[in-house]
């Protein structure tokens, strides 16, 4: 482990002593650390800058927040408690810190700016020409715009040291909190897929990372709507705040995400989505009666993104199975497949592949309607199809993320956004295919209802299918 001369009043634990390995490496440019609440992202990254300028006396760095009023309320105190008074020029921070210029000075003539970003009235961001230093800080980045982001890439590293000092390389530190931005997009994502460049780094900090957090305040987070839960404090980057733009609005984590146990006497309901970048999707459901509960999902990847792969992972994961199966899907799929043996499709060879379990291919021949397949489930959310619920498995995260993402468009159907692998050049379309697949599933399940409620009808209609009285597990 490489030797971190700690200033005196940073104890930093273990997640951010990774951090600040990374941060200090010749060979490492840049640093996003943090995603979610009260991981010591701020201790961290000031900690890491005050490290630096020890290292390469009269150099200078900048710490960024979206303006001035944010960093003098949530950069000076903690900036004020952990500068070492012995470091800092005149003695102490207080004697240090030029509150005119926003400039700390240290001993060894080395610097930190304090910098707002200013966007709402710089939108040409021109305090940014001619500023000149070594690297920056930039904190909550998730608040500041990506304009920003790249103006710091290219004003790193813009000051030059006297000669015969040591010139530091360029740093871009980062911390953040989950977001549905430029964030996500160029950094955590390409860090999922282990596409970042390999001087860039992302090091994820929870609030469990963090000894010094008092239990009773980790508990009482507890209480927080499970939407902010899972993002501010569990660090969940595919689930996103409500904004009203769903096309799944009457989802909730909080009344439709539960327990759901397999019984593998009962029938497994897989549902098929024909798609295959990023992944080729599966979910698979069990009911009682008018109760549905989704007890799994498979979303493979290339190579493995094809219909055997996926058939077999599921024989694999339900090899004991004695309950029966179901296979639904997208009806555009039941044509024939040109790449494979003649009176073959999507479906025929799903159940090819999962011939063991003797499965029953319950596929329509047209689909219903995307908008009103979209209200149906939405009163079946919301709880206003009688008698009938449908929980989804808590371990079933993927589909959560894809229930919570998927915007509806201008025409009531889905907002099918599409993004570009930047290392295949592969288009696709991040969200959506689990839900459709789930789609496919409910609507069939309660094809009863559902008629109903295209007519217009008491969605309350009977069900025609057997039922069976057993103790429910979610």
């Not at 009023?69 to 949530?74: A, E, P, S, V, Y």
């Not at 058939?311 to 497949?337: L, P, Q, W």
Request: proline share 6%; with cysteine; hydrophobic share 35%.
């Amino acid at each position: 482990m490489t030797e971190i001369a700690i200033p005196p009043l940073f104890e930093p634990f273990p997640k951010q002593i990774e951090f600040l390995e990374k941060a200090l490496d010749a060979h490492t440019s840049l640093v996003l650390y943090g995603g979610a609440i009260r991981g010591g992202k701020t201790f961290a990254g000031l900690g890491a800058l005050i490290l630096l300028c020890k290292m390469y006396p009269n150099s200078r760095w900048a710490v960024v927040r979206k303006d001035l009023q944010t960093l003098k309320r949530n950069i000076v105190p903690p900036f004020r408690k952990i500068a070492p008074s012995n470091f800092c020029k005149g003695g102490s921070f207080d004697t240090a810190y030029n509150q005119q210029d926003q400039v700390v000075t240290f001993t060894n003539g080395s610097q930190i700016i304090l910098f707002a970003e200013n966007y709402a009235q710089d939108k040409e961001l021109n305090r940014w020409k001619g500023l000149e230093v070594n690297g920056f800080l930039l904190e909550e980045c998730n608040e500041l715009q990506e304009d920003g982001f790249n103006k710091a890439i290219e004003r790193a590293g813009t000051w030059i040291l006297p000669q015969g000092e040591t010139q530091p390389p360029a740093k871009i530190l980062l911390t953040c909190n989950p977001a549905q931005n430029w964030v996500k997009k160029l950094l955590y994502d390409p860090a999922q897929r282990n596409a970042l460049p390999d001087e860039w780094h992302y090091i994820q900090a929870r609030i469990f990372d963090n000894p010094f957090m008092p239990k009773s305040y980790i508990e009482g987070l507890k209480r927080l709507p499970k939407n902010q839960y899972q993002v501010f404090v569990l660090g969940n980057w595919n689930i996103k705040l409500k904004s009203g733009a769903e096309f799944y609005h009457k989802f909730n984590l909080d009344t439709n995400v539960g327990t759901a146990k397999y019984d593998p006497t009962m029938p497994l309901h897989i549902s098929f989505d024909e798609n295959v970048n990023p992944y080729l999707p599966a979910t698979i459901w069990q009911g009682d009666g008018d109760h549905i509960r989704q007890i799994d999902e498979i979303a493979l990847k290339k190579p493995h993104n094809k219909i055997k792969s996926v058939c077999n992972e599921i024989a694999r994961r339900y090899k004991f199975h004695t309950g029966g199966v179901f296979i639904y899907g997208d009806a555009t799929s039941r044509k024939d497949d040109t790449k494979v043996e003649h009176g073959m499709n999507f479906f025929n060879l799903a159940a090819r592949y999962l011939d063991k379990f003797k499965p029953t291919k319950r596929v329509p021949k047209s689909n219903p309607s995307i908008v009103m397949r979209g209200n149906f489930i939405n009163a079946l959310f919301e709880g206003e199809i009688e008698g009938a619920t449908i929980v989804i498995g808590e371990q079933c995260e993927l589909s959560i993320a894809d229930l919570t993402n998927v915007l509806e468009a201008s025409d009531g159907k889905k907002l099918k956004i599409k993004e570009t692998d930047p290392k295949t050049g592969i288009s696709f379309e991040p969200w959506g295919h689990l839900s459709d697949s789930t789609d496919y599933f409910v609507v069939w399940y309660f094809k009863a209802q559902f008629r109903a409620y295209q007519g217009g009808a008491s969605p309350e209609a009977p069900r025609t299918i057997k039922r069976r009285t057993i103790k429910r597990t979610y």
